[in-house]
């Protein structure tokens, strides 16, 4: 979860700034740049590598079997073969980083002036979405103020097309061969190098990164588990806060954010389903399915925060629902609602073609075909795209923070129209707000941690299990 994140960076980062550098604070461009780089590795990470795994494995074989060394092979074919889905993951890194909000807010400074000079990466500075975290909830309605942040949305609305016209000017210049740049030609220098000395010092570099993905990890989660843990106990799992969160425990947190998620997928799920089963065995490619995948990819890419805005505007505002569990719901819903659509239509492409003409050739009708035959065969993709979606859920912040939760409450009420507590928004406001808390704070992002953890091993179990049974 992103807020997790901005937790570590708070308290490990900017004071290790703050005290190498000897500035006087730590939140700065700096902190926020590598928190940022941080979060934006997994998705590079991910997406590459299943770039790399879709190459065939006979481009591997045959290139070792003309005598390539594995290094070779892996820069002079893989590479090019999986350059599209690479480059791709790039772009969709940067993306992540352009979106993100609570990491960005808690480390950054805020300061809401140009850094002077403009290079002085120590200076505090604040992103567009901070601006609509910090500023929205003080502003009236209908104000100047209020349709200026709005503007701000739309900016980053923009952006986000931007980012997703790249991605694909990318994809689809790498796969016709043409080049992404002209870079002129640099004068080499004659000096050669054995190709054992270049597979060791390519390999060096490999290991290199490999090395440091891991360590990142192992210090946010090493310091975050050892810290946390001691704190983590059957009463501060299973009691109220009091004292504004410095003792009691986090249930009714625990609680809001299930009721948040499961109500978010309860919503997301059927229409995810139904649009993807539309594009995929409905729609042919024409003009309008064009325009609803840009739409669909433009969705996925929203930062989440205008969701936020939005709810805060339309549902709390406007419908005058005010802060309630219903609104957080359908903030949540809108947000992951694109990650339903484009796993399930993948699940939809990978069933066989031959089942579906065996259905017909037995006389089945289309729907009868989806409904006992296409979905069924694809159920892991599917479930494995909600439970999915049930965990990236679970870890926002931004959406709900304006339209459903409060810092602290001491009863669960079943109402949908009555505000919740959930654990990333209680996480945020103790860290950021309530000094003496340092335990709360490492056991909330204990169990939050945990929480998503679980939802992402159980997609990954019903995914075996599914595939298991199917095959």
Same mark, same amino acid.
């Given at each position: ?16 700034l703050q005290k190498t550098l000897d500035i006087p604070s730590g939140f700065s461009w700096a902190a926020a ?48 073969a999986a350059a599209s889905g690479v480059s791709a993951a790039v772009v969709l890194g940067m993306g992540r ?76 210049? +790498?796969?016709?061969?043409?080049? @992404?740049?002209?870079?002129?030609? !640099?004068?080499? *220098? =004659? %000096?050669? #190098? ?59 947190? +625990?609680?809001?954010?299930?009721? @948040?998620?499961?109500?978010?997928? !309860?919503?997301? *799920? =059927? %229409?995810? #389903? ?152 209680h996480l945020y406001v103790l860290t950021t707000s309530v000094p003496n808390t340092e335990p709360q704070q ?30």
């Amino acid at each position: 979860p992103s807020v997790v994140y901005g937790f570590f960076g708070m308290l490990v980062l900017c004071s290790f700034l703050q005290k190498t550098l000897d500035i006087p604070s730590g939140f700065s461009w700096a902190a926020a740049s590598v928190i940022l780089g941080i979060m934006a590795l997994p998705t590079i990470v991910s997406v590459s590598e299943d770039a790399l795994s879709a190459v065939p494995k006979d481009f591997r074989e045959a290139s070792l079997g003309l005598g390539a060394t594995r290094t070779q092979t892996i820069f002079c074919v893989l590479l090019p073969a999986a350059a599209s889905g690479v480059s791709a993951a790039v772009v969709l890194g940067m993306g992540r980083a352009i979106g993100e909000t609570m990491a960005v807010m808690m480390v950054a400074g805020n300061s809401a002036i140009i850094p002077s000079p403009l290079w002085d990466v120590l200076s505090p500075i604040r992103t567009l979405t901070a601006t609509l975290g910090i500023e929205l909830a003080e502003v009236s309605a209908g104000s100047m103020h209020y349709h200026a942040l709005f503007g701000i949305a739309v900016i980053l609305l923009v952006i986000t097309l931007l980012v997703n016209l790249a991605s694909r000017f990318v994809t689809k210049r +790498i796969e016709q061969g043409k080049p @992404l740049f002209i870079l002129p030609s !640099l004068p080499s *220098l =004659p %000096i050669r #190098i054995s190709r054992r000395i270049t597979e060791k010092a390519a390999f060096a570099g490999i290991y290199l990164g490999t090395f440091a993905v891991l360590a990142v990890l192992a210090v946010i989660l090493g310091n975050i588990f050892i810290n946390g843990i001691p704190a983590v106990t059957w009463e501060f799992l299973t009691e109220s806060p009091k004292d504004l969160g410095r003792a009691g425990g986090i249930f009714p947190a +625990i609680i809001g954010t299930l009721e @948040l998620v499961f109500g978010a997928i !309860l919503i997301a *799920l =059927p %229409i995810g #389903i139904g649009a993807a089963v539309y594009l995929n065995e409905y729609a042919g490619n024409s003009r309008i399915t064009s325009l609803l995948r840009t739409g669909i990819d433009l969705l996925s890419g929203t930062p989440s925060i205008v969701f936020g805005v939005f709810g805060f505007a339309f549902l709390v505002l406007f419908l005058g629902w005010g802060i309630s569990l219903l609104a957080g719901m359908i903030c949540l819903a809108l947000m992951i609602l694109p990650t339903i659509i484009k796993t399930t239509e993948e699940a939809l492409k990978a069933v066989p073609q031959s089942l579906r003409e065996a259905s017909f050739g037995l006389g089945a009708a289309r729907s009868q075909t989806i409904l006992r035959v296409v979905l069924p065969a694809a159920a892991s993709g599917i479930i494995t795209g909600a439970v999915l979606s049930l965990g990236r859920a679970a870890g926002e912040t931004a959406p709900i923070m304006f339209t459903a939760v409060v810092f602290s409450k001491r009863f669960i009420t079943p109402d949908l129209f009555e505000p919740v507590m959930a654990l990333p928004f209680h996480l945020y406001v103790l860290t950021t707000s309530v000094p003496n808390t340092e335990p709360q704070q490492y056991a909330t992002a204990v169990v939050l941690i945990c929480l998503v953890a679980v939802f992402y091993i159980a997609a990954a179990v019903l995914r075996r299990k599914l595939q298991k049974n199917l095959s």
